[in-house]
């Protein structure tokens, strides 16, 4: 039971550059989040989704795409990557429940340069 | 607008000194109320909760907050920080029956051995 696994840990690319972040859950979630931590800033949401299929916009959504093809997976796309998209990434997860405490995994460190 | 506001961003203590992180929040309707911890190295992770019922709440490693509604607040304390208490906190709202989180920016605690 992995519970939120994101690939990859790491990555730098270059300006203009297009890459997918993958988000995987192991514990039949409905609800899924992509969020990035910048210093001083806290966690702010890109994108989520209510369940497979779906997805809506968050806080800060420009520039990232994201899907919800699977019930398990939910994967952010950078379509071309700008500098101010250097972050830490967490997905983060929870079930339909009252109890609506996230699971986070690990983070994904993004360097655009 | 939602927002949860953390009135430090970094804090400095020695062992044994107390602790009290400040967290305010604005939110139309009743609110869930988080707090979260990231350990160096380590996933965010829960540290307590408030739903309903008693405004004092007690969450993992000896950390409890108060929930005191008309300030708008859910400050968090603890009597006595340890080092490995070192690591930063992060206030979270979630209106109730919602389902998406709002962050604070983070208070990052450093404990002196």
């Known amino acids: 039971n992995a519970g939120v696994t994101q690939t990859p840990k790491f990555r730098v690319l270059k300006t203009g550059q297009s890459m997918t972040l993958l988000c995987a859950q192991d514990m039949n979630h409905e609800y899924m989040y992509w969020y990035r931590q910048d210093p001083g800033m806290g966690l702010r949401l890109i994108h989520y989704s209510v369940g497979e299929g779906t997805t809506a916009k968050g806080e800060v959504p420009d520039g990232y795409n994201v899907s919800r093809l699977k019930k398990q997976n939910f994967l952010l796309g950078l379509e071309s990557a700008a500098p101010s998209q250097t972050s830490v990434y967490f997905c983060?997860?929870?079930?339909?429940?009252?109890?609506?405490?996230?699971?986070f995994g690990a983070g994904s460190r993004l360097t655009v340069l | 607008a939602q927002s949860v506001s953390q009135h430090n961003h970094h804090v400095i203590l020695s062992e044994a000194a107390s602790l009290e992180l400040g967290c305010n929040y604005s939110y139309g309707g009743t609110v869930n109320l988080f707090w979260y911890v990231q350990y160096p190295g380590q996933h965010l992770q829960l540290l307590l909760k408030y739903f309903s019922g008693d405004p004092l709440v007690k969450g993992i490693k000896g950390f409890e907050a108060e929930f005191i509604k008309s300030k708008f607040s859910f400050n968090l304390r603890k009597p006595s920080v340890q080092w490995s208490d070192t690591a930063e906190y992060f206030c979270?709202?979630?209106?109730?029956?919602?389902?998406?989180?709002?962050f604070g920016a983070g208070t990052r605690l450093f404990v002196k051995a």
């Open positions: 983060a997860t929870h079930d339909r429940s009252g109890a609506n405490v996230l699971t």
């Open positions: 979270a709202a979630q209106g109730t029956g919602g389902f998406k989180t709002i």
